[in-house]
């Protein structure tokens, strides 16, 4: 069998199991998030662009709002990565090399478990992959023009507009062109214009959406970096960032990517493959690992950067590979443990069923408990309704909460146009999406001819609140029962009418407290 007929064979077999494991968890709170951006379709949102949530939207019209339907294009366009892997390493080196790069990638239990839900790294890494492959067949045709370059910077845009780390592949691109004699006339050339043209027409919704909102995405992504505080030398945030990927890379396929890269940073002065593949890794790999010098980074934010590694890591050892046996069994048994690694991190019962505890808190549970615990508050509202008689709207508090319980809620009962399903407690602070959608502690338009109420002064001309003296059930995640001020304050009484536990093997999952409020007035400003 050919080594491109093995590869197509593993890509849609994996895939096809992958598909299969779409449903078997309940959505993390990231994906919940992202399906809720996709019920209210925006140019651009609070922490990301728009990509995630139009893919999301496109599948659940398709699939319906499951966790098949939100998460069916993850496994798909990990295929598709893979795939552009083996035809791009093939064309740059052979076929074999090719077909060890897919092995490898697919075998790294980020990589594995980033396939199985829905959040912004498999498109990020889909695009960032194409854009590379396309940005080397263009170079391939230079002097000759190319209409490969606009696609390339396409391609790059779409990426942004998922993750807006795709930009630095920009950066990439000019220091090949920078670095390489030869290239340096494409900057007297309309190839690389066109290519940052394109580029910049996909950075138009965000821009505009930011100006709208205060340019509120860069004042996260600055207190997301840490960036918003004094910065400092901290060398064990930089030694965790290591070590998370050593972990979630697999430690040997990890060792053995680091050992290649650094092999090769002299040939890249003298091999023009070897220059390009390090500089499509090193600047994302460089920005993280230089913020982890103050905060560290999570393992998945610089996943760009080993794709190009990946390709020069697989040249590298092939080419070791044919001579010593003994590189070949580290080789075979370092795909062996990621993918046990990738087993363990997809089904982590896998070590409980061989007695083996798991002491610390289990990353799994991200995917677990949502929807019985959804269920529980579910019936507790109606069995409240049936008693009292009224109709009461939910409040969480954090985002987090409050979109698995939007996406599991069977009956939403969206209040209004652009309305979610579960609000977050009110406040004046841009905390997050919920703050641009409609909240229960705005005032509308007061509907014509009609008065306000007896003895209520209103802080906005002719307005009126729509949830005011209705009651909603508050549900938190925390050891006391301590409320937070605005529930305390906006309510006229507050009362714990249950405790949510989800129990796994016997341990505590999830607790959340839950609250009926009574009588809201809105707070003043």
């Known amino acids: 069998m050919s080594n491109t007929r093995a590869v197509w064979f593993f890509v849609l077999g994996l895939t096809a199991i992958r598909l299969t494991l779409l449903g078997t968890s309940d959505l993390t709170f990231d994906e919940a998030h992202y399906w809720m951006w996709s019920e209210c379709l925006a140019p651009s949102y609070f922490s990301k662009g728009p990509g995630v949530a139009f893919?999301?939207?496109?599948?659940?019209?398709?699939?319906?709002?499951?966790?098949?339907?939100?998460?069916?294009?993850?496994?798909?366009?990990?295929?598709?990565?893979?795939?552009?892997?083996?035809?791009?390493?093939?064309?740059?080196?052979?076929a074999t090399a090719g077909f060890?790069?897919?092995?490898?990638?697919?075998?790294?239990?980020?990589?594995?478990?980033?396939?199985?839900?829905?959040?912004?790294?498999?498109?990020?890494?889909?695009?960032?992959?194409?854009?590379?492959?396309?940005?080397?067949?263009?170079?391939?045709?230079?002097p000759k023009f190319s209409w490969l370059c606009p696609v390339t910077g396409l391609l790059i845009g779409l990426g942004f507009l998922c993750k807006?780390?795709?930009?630095?592949?920009?950066?990439?691109?000019?220091?090949?062109?920078?670095?390489?004699?030869?290239?340096?006339?494409?900057?007297?050339?309309?190839?690389?214009?066109?290519?940052?043209?394109?580029?910049?027409?996909?950075?138009?919704p965000p821009i505009v959406w930011n100006e709208q909102h205060a340019w509120v995405t860069l004042a996260h992504l600055r207190s997301r970096g840490s960036l918003d505080h004094s910065l400092g030398l901290h060398p064990r945030e930089l030694l965790g960032f290591l070590a998370a990927h050593f972990l979630f890379f697999s430690p040997f396929i990890f060792l053995g990517l680091a050992w290649a890269?650094?092999?090769?940073?002299?040939?890249?002065?003298?091999?023009?493959?070897?220059?390009?593949?390090?500089?499509?890794?090193?600047?994302?790999?460089?920005?993280?690992?230089?913020?982890?010098?103050?905060?560290?980074?999570?393992?998945?934010?610089d996943a760009l950067a080993f794709l190009s590694f990946s390709v020069l890591a697989a040249a590298y050892w092939h080419e070791r590979l044919a001579t010593r046996s003994g590189l070949r069994k580290f080789a075979v048994g370092a795909v062996l443990v990621g993918v046990g690694l990738s087993l363990v991190a997809l089904d982590t019962d896998s070590l409980r069923s061989m007695h083996i505890r798991i002491?610390?808190?289990?990353?799994?549970?991200?995917?677990?408990?949502?929807?019985?615990?959804?269920?529980?508050?579910?019936?507790?509202?109606?069995?409240?309704?049936?008693?009292?008689?009224?109709?009461?709207?939910l409040i969480a508090d954090q985002r987090d909460r409050a979109s698995e319980l939007s996406f599991y809620l069977r009956d939403k009962r969206?209040?209004?146009?652009?309305?979610?399903?579960?609000?977050?407690?009110?406040?004046?602070?841009?905390?997050?999406?919920?703050?641009?959608?409609?909240?229960?502690?705005?005032?509308?338009?007061?509907?014509?001819?009609?008065?306000?109420?007896e003895g209520e002064v209103y802080?906005?001309?002719?307005?009126?609140?729509?949830?005011?003296?209705?009651?909603?059930?508050?549900?938190?995640?925390?050891?006391?029962?301590?409320l937070p001020r605005n529930i305390r304050a906006a309510f006229q009484s507050t009362e714990k009418v249950a405790t949510v536990e989800v129990l796994r093997f016997g341990v505590k999952m999830r607790e959340w407290k839950v609250f009926l409020c009574r009588n809201y007035r809105t707070l003043p400003l």
Request: aromatic fraction near 16%; charge should be neutral; proline fraction near 7%.
């Open 55 to 94: 893919a999301i939207r496109a599948s659940t019209a398709i699939f319906g709002a499951t966790e098949f339907g939100v998460r069916f294009w993850s496994p798909i366009l990990g295929a598709g990565t893979s795939l552009l892997l083996y035809y791009f390493t093939r064309r740059l080196f052979t």
């Open 100 to 142: 060890w790069v897919v092995l490898v990638v697919n075998a790294i239990p980020l990589f594995n478990v980033g396939n199985l839900v829905m959040t912004i790294d498999p498109l990020s890494i889909f695009f960032w992959m194409a854009a590379m492959y396309t940005f080397w067949l263009a170079i391939e045709r230079s």
């Open 164 to 204: 807006f780390t795709n930009a630095l592949e920009l950066v990439s691109i000019l220091v090949v062109l920078a670095l390489v004699p030869r290239l340096r006339r494409e900057f007297k050339r309309p190839g690389l214009y066109l290519l940052l043209g394109a580029f910049a027409l996909c950075t138009v």
């Open 261 to 301: 890269v650094i092999a090769n940073w002299r040939r890249a002065h003298q091999q023009f493959k070897v220059l390009f593949l390090v500089w499509f890794g090193l600047p994302v790999f460089a920005f993280y690992f230089i913020m982890s010098i103050n905060k560290q980074a999570a393992p998945n934010w």
């Open 359 to 393: 002491s610390r808190r289990d990353p799994a549970d991200a995917g677990r408990g949502w929807k019985s615990a959804t269920d529980a508050v579910e019936k507790l509202r109606a069995q409240i309704e049936s008693q009292t008689g009224e109709r009461l709207f």
């Open 414 to 453: 969206v209040e209004g146009p652009g309305h979610p399903p579960v609000y977050i407690v009110e406040s004046q602070d841009i905390l997050n999406q919920f703050s641009f959608w409609p909240r229960y502690d705005e005032f509308v338009e007061a509907p014509p001819n009609v008065p306000p109420p």
């Open 459 to 482: 802080t906005e001309e002719s307005g009126v609140n729509p949830f005011e003296g209705r009651s909603a059930l508050y549900v938190q995640s925390s050891r006391t029962d301590d």
